[in-house]
T-cell receptor
Framework: GAVVSQHPSRVICKSGTSVKIECRSL??????MFWYRQFPKQSLMLMAT?????????EQGVEKDKFLINHASLTLSTLTVASAHPEDSSFYIC?????????????FGQGTRLTVV | AQKVTQAQTEISVVEKEDVTLDCVYE???????LFWYKQPPSGELVFLIR??????QNEISGRYSWNFQKSTSSFNFTITASQVVDSAVYFC????????????FGQGTELSVKP
């Protein structure tokens, strides 16, 4: 199956700093990637849809200036949490859609556990 | 609007018991996909199954089986002879044909299998 690699798996940062999370499709091209957030004991909520070469589409209530998404190539999307605060501590997970075969399935990365202290 | 409901927040069983996790969905799309994922404590999502809305055949994979019923908009998941390693949070998810691959997740069911 298709492989999506997400890095880092864990990060601890100080309040006010920015954190970048990478999501890579290793063996397929992904024109679309999705970023989800999961707070403890809760479900996964879609934050934004990232399209290669264009601006990301954010879900209602997600601050685009705080969660900066860049999808500059067909295999890489990045999520930058700008000026992170403790309330941004969460599990962030990306998924990438393999459009090469017309497949509608999206494959998930391993997730990144962000702790802001 | 699309919605997935997993009414069981937590389930606790003893090893070797059978357990069924319920999933009810809502969608106006005529073509859609249903998924089940397992999330162990490490956090990664483990893909279990994907079902096309036109395929109502039940599926069995080892100790896992799925019952898809469009008439009741349900896609239930049964684990037979549960094992401690089955302990995890299980998510049911829905993707409409025109959603481009994004998923709507249910609230998740935390399954605890005790020895």
């Amino acid at each position: 199956g298709a492989v999506v690699s997400q890095h880092p798996s864990r990060v601890i940062c100080k309040s006010g700093t920015s954190v970048k999370i990478e999501c890579r499709s290793l063996d397929f091209q992904a024109t679309t990637m999705f970023w989800y957030r999961q707070f403890p004991k809760q479900s996964l909520m879609l934050m934004a849809t990232s399209n290669e070469g264009s601006k990301a589409t954010y879900e209602q209530g997600v601050e685009k200036d705080k969660f900066l998404i860049n999808h500059a190539s067909l295999t890489l999307s990045t999520l930058t949490v700008a000026s992170a605060h403790p309330e941004d501590s969460s599990f962030y997970i990306c998924s990438a859609r393999d459009v090469g075969q017309g497949n509608t399935e999206a494959f998930f990365g391993q997730g990144t556990r962000l702790t802001v202290v | 609007a699309q919605k997935v409901t997993q009414a069981q927040t937590e389930i606790s069983v003893v090893e070797k018991e059978d357990v069924t996790l319920d999933c009810v969905y809502e969608t106006r799309d005529t073509t859609y996909y249903l998924f089940w994922y397992k999330q162990p404590p490490s956090g990664e999502l483990v893909f279990l199954i994907r079902r096309n809305s036109f395929d109502e055949q039940n599926e069995i994979s080892g100790r896992y089986s799925w019952n898809f019923q469009k008439s009741t908009s349900s896609f239930n998941f049964t684990i037979t002879a549960s094992q401690v390693v089955d302990s995890a949070v299980y998510f049911c998810a829905l993707s409409g044909q025109n959603q481009g691959g994004k998923l709507i997740f249910g609230q998740g069911t935390e399954l605890s299998v005790k020895p």
